[in-house]
């Protein structure tokens, strides 16, 4: 299945991050370039011990969890309620993988704690993003 990152960027990382009131033409931007950009692009690619989308390990995926989330109990709601109901907590980390909406929350979380939040892009990462198309393997 093919997907463009205009379908991605329209109906996938917009409404999650106006879901979540973080919305921003930059952070939308700097999503769709960390989704697409990638050297392994795809919903299941695994890049090294990265899953899904925006290569998110475990690690960082539980780290995110315990050391920001954990202080954060609103915003842990909205980001908890968008991950399946039981499948979540059996396996937490396939979430990423299989879950659009849920790992581009996370993805959000890890540039605002690293704050990159909305800091602009390189002129060079946003140009050929908008255009490509990728496989959702």
Do not use: K
């Not at 709601?77 to 039981?86: F, H, I, P, T």
């Amino acid at each position: 299945m093919y997907i463009t990152a205009e379908h991605l960027r329209d109906e996938v990382i917009r409404p999650t991050l106006t879901y979540l009131g973080a919305w921003s033409e930059t952070l939308e931007a700097r999503l769709l370039s960390a989704a697409i950009d990638g050297p392994d692009v795809g919903l299941f690619a695994r890049s090294g011990d990265g899953l899904g989308l925006y290569h998110i390990t475990p690690a960082q995926h539980r780290d995110i969890w315990d050391r920001y989330l954990a202080f954060r109990p609103e915003i842990a709601s909205r980001v908890r309620g968008l991950a399946s109901q039981r499948a979540f907590l059996s396996n937490p980390d396939h979430e990423l993988r299989t879950n659009l909406s849920y790992c581009t929350a996370i993805a959000w979380l890890l540039c605002e704690r690293a704050g990159l939040g909305n800091q602009p892009l390189p002129a060079a990462a946003t140009a050929p993003a908008r255009s490509r198309a990728f496989s959702l393997r």
